[in-house]
């Protein structure tokens, strides 16, 4: 069932050797109580705290940026309207000539603290399957009692990532093999054409393949429910970097609440 997924940072640190039942309640604790943050200086502490532990975890600065990059599309569209559909001050007026547009202090505040909200909780779950074989990963998942058919979904939805990657360069090598030129603009309709073909073929083989793998796994026994595999018990390391990981986000919330004197606004 498990794919070879290996984790992408250093097998040799701390973070790597943690226990991932530990280290997913430690990462989700983080994630939930930066995620009440209303401050983008803290949301910014907070991004360059798990930053700093996704460079000590052995992830290069190349690979963290294309990590990052992922949110970037939800982040982008996030700046590029919250700012024209939250009422507040105007700012800054953009004259369209039969439509004006207002961009707010407080819509930019909002999509601001948003963006850093994604930022931290993207760059969290990223330390989390870099640091963490995939199929330990679910094994953990099992042991903290999280429900199997979550889990499986979880694991086909990865296992088909794989699939559908895999017949796209099937595909890709029968066509090239046809002298099958490519290239051209989406508003080209031949190319147009030629995408949703592609798509509609994809789709079509990707399904008869899922079939042959359901049946093939079947034919070896498989049934709808897996039991989780003995761990060994979590040790004193364990906790302490999942309580120092925690205590960030926890610091940084009591901070915010004002309970601790000063402020960074």
């Known amino acids: 069932m498990y794919m070879t997924i290996p984790a992408c940072a250093g097998t040799t640190t701390s973070l790597y050797r943690m226990d991932p039942r530990v280290k997913i309640v430690a990462i989700f604790g983080f994630v939930a109580v930066v995620s009440s943050l209303s401050s983008t200086s803290l949301l910014a502490v907070a991004a360059a705290a798990i930053t700093g532990l996704a460079l000590i975890s052995g992830m290069g600065p190349g690979q963290l940026l294309r990590r990052i990059a992922m949110v970037l599309p939800f982040t982008g569209v996030m700046l590029a309207v919250f700012p024209f559909v939250v009422p507040g001050d105007a700012v800054i007026t953009i004259n369209l000539g039969l439509l004006t547009l207002d961009a707010t202090d407080q819509g930019i505040s909002r999509a601001a603290i948003l963006s850093m909200r994604v930022l931290s909780a993207v760059l969290a779950v990223n330390l989390l399957t870099a640091t963490t074989p ?3 990963l679910m094994q953990a998942m099992r042991s903290l009692k999280v429900p ?3 889990v499986q979904v979880l694991e086909f939805t990865v296992r088909y990532i794989f699939v559908l990657s895999d017949e796209v360069k099937r595909m890709k090598l029968a066509r090239r093999s046809r002298c099958f030129q490519g290239g051209g603009s989406l508003l080209n309709m031949d190319a147009f054409r030629t995408l949703g073909c592609l798509v509609g073929v994809l789709f079509a083989r990707s399904w008869e393949r899922g079939e042959r793998i359901y049946s093939a796994m079947l034919s070896r ?21 999942g309580g120092a990981i925690l205590a960030v986000a926890v610091g940084l919330r009591i901070f915010e609440s004002g309970i601790l004197r000063g402020s960074f606004y």
């Not at 026994?221 to 302490?240: E, L």
């Open 148 to 150: 199997d058919v979550f």
């Open 134 to 136: 995939f199929s330990d």
């Open 221 to 241: 026994g498989y049934t709808s429910s897996c039991a989780a595999a003995s761990v060994h018990r979590p040790g004193w390391v364990d906790f302490c970097w």
